[in-house]
Structures are given as C-alpha cells and as structure tokens.
C-alpha cells in the first residue's frame, strides 16, 4: 500500500492555506495570465496565495531599459517598480486581483514612512486584502535608498505602520545587508507578524560593444538558481533569531528545493524566476513537496 498523501494545508499568519507554496512579489502577472488563461487559470491557480507587484503612491514607469540581463543560473532585473500607483491599483487592479481564488497579499512600498503609512491605511479597509507585505528590500530604486538594511530604520518604519491595520504584515527584506537576522529582530520587535526574505542580490552586467553598463538602471537584482546557496543560508540564520513565521524564496526551481527552506526554518516558500520559464512552477512544486514527503513519511 502507498504511504497516505500528506496534508500541506498550512495557517499563516491566520490565513488558512491549501499547501506552504505561494509567489514571490512581480514575478507571476495574476492579470496579464487571466487575459490569457481565462477561468482556466481560476481552477488551476498555481499558488496558495497571491503576492501583487509594488504598489507605489504614485504611478511609476520604471526603469529605462534594458531591464534583464541573464546570468548564469539565473538573471538580473532592473524593473525599478513601473505601477499605476495607489489610486490607478484600487481602481483597475484589485477589482480583478479578488477574483482569485486564493487570498491576496499586496506589496508596497513607500519612499518615506509616511508614504508607507498612506499606502497600509488605504489596504487596512479593503476586505479583499489578507494581508500587505512591506517592500523595504527593492534594490532598484534611484536613490539607491534601501530601508531595510538598516534594524533601527526597519524597527521605525514598522512602528510607524503597525497601528494602521490588524491585517498581517510582511516584511520584505533585502540580502543586501550586513546583519540580516538583526533586521528581522527588529521588524518582529516593531510588531510584525512575519518576515520574507531574500529579495534579489544586487549585481550588475556589462554590455560587451559599448564597454558600458546593460542595464538602465546600471545595477540590479540578480535572482534564481544562482542566489539558492545563499538564500539558505540567510532564511537559517533568521530562522534562529526570530519567532514570528518566515517565507522563504530564492531560486526555487522543485520540491526539493521548496523543503530544503521549510528545513531551514520557512513557514512559506515562495516561487519567483522559475514562473518566468515555467507559469505552473507553484503548483508543480507543491505536488513535487508532496511526494517528497510522502517518501519520507515514516
Ligand atoms: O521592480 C523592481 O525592480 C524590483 C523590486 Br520592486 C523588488 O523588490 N525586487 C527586484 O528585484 N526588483
């Protein structure tokens, strides 16, 4: 007889989850993908949850292009946050984003705290919100301003936002950073309820006709296979220095990439560049969790 199927259905942060996988911010177009798949990708959705891309206070283009650049194992984005804004979200996105049948996460991020608070009181009172994830880790801004490399920055930012909603908040760290459990100390300190981590590592890459920069943003954040070893190694760390639950992402590509986090410490695992090659990467990778635990069971 084969070993019973375990149960992958997970509580985060009170929300009640089908299996540990979900998607990591600006990596799987939840619209674009309806567009294409229609009610398909409804009765299929390959994630317990869905993430959304930065939102910002105001509508963005984005970098200059180009924006990626693939290494080896992986590739380099310079997206730099092209969004509609907080009003153009609400008012075009997340009618079509509550549609999913899974709960939505929405990420934001702020050049100030007080654009942070704006953002987390706007989606306090949005009933088809679970839970918001604070972006303090995108390496792609002008400024090249990351709040979330420094603990006291962190700890001041979630204070600031925290008695703004009784929804979940995530805090998205960036790798980028020289002590990242302290950071995560501080956002767990400051009353966050969990943290997700790594954001992508900054690299950069050089056109080889001109002998300048690829990218138009010059920097970017490399992501994929090649930052696995290292994403590891960070979710462990902070694993040891917080309480509050991890989501851990960083080159995911299987099950048994997905475990190897859980094993680290993570409550979540998140997919981000696989989706790019394969759109069906979550659910694949929750099946591959399964029966990987199935063969372990006993
Ligand atoms: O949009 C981006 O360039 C971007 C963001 Br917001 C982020 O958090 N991480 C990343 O690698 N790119």
């Known amino acids: 007889m084969s070993p019973p199927t375990p149960t992958l259905s997970v509580d ?14 600006g990596t799987f177009d939840a619209i674009a993908a309806l567009r294409v798949f229609g009610d398909e990708l409804l009765q299929r959705f390959p994630f ?3 993430v959304s891309k930065t939102v910002t206070v105001e509508p963005r283009q984005g970098n200059p292009p180009p924006r990626l650049w693939e290494v080896a194992g992986g590739m380099i984005n310079s997206i730099g946050l092209p969004n509609k804004g907080l009003d153009g979200y609400l008012e075009h996105d997340l009618p079509i984003l509550a549609r999913l049948p899974v709960p939505l996460i929405v990420n934001v ?13 706007a989606f306090a009172e949005r009933p088809e919100v679970s839970a918001l994830e604070l972006n303090v880790s995108c390496p792609n801004v002008e400024t090249g301003l990351v709040m979330g490399a420094d603990p006291d920055e962190t700890a001041r930012l979630v204070s600031r936002v925290r008695p703004l909603t009784e ?6 760290l960036t790798p980028n950073a020289s002590d990242v459990p302290a950071v995560a100390a501080a956002a767990q300190a400051a009353g966050a309820d969990a943290v997700s981590l790594v954001n992508t590592l900054r ?30 190694a960070q979710v462990y760390a902070v694993a040891q220095a917080v ?9 995911v590509q299987s099950g048994r990439d997905a475990r190897d986090l859980l094993r680290a410490g993570a409550a979540l695992v998140a997919v981000g560049t696989e ?3 394969d759109p069906a990467a979550g659910n694949r990778i929750a099946a591959e969790l399964s029966e990987g635990l199935a063969k372990t069971a006993v």
């Open 12 to 25: 985060f942060c009170g929300l009640s989850l089908a299996h540990p996988i979900i998607n990591g911010s």
């Open 48 to 50: 317990a949850a869905f």
């Open 109 to 121: 991020m702020g050049f100030s705290s007080e654009e942070v608070a704006q953002l987390v009181e």
């Open 167 to 172: 929804k979940p908040l995530i805090v998205k």
């Open 203 to 232: 690299g950069m890459a050089f056109d080889q006709q001109k002998g300048t920069p690829w990218l138009g943003g010059v920097t970017g954040g490399v992501s994929g296979p090649a930052v696995r070893a290292i994403a590891l």
């Open 243 to 251: 309480e509050i639950p991890i989501v851990g992402m960083g080159g």
């Open 275 to 277: 989706s790019f090659r």
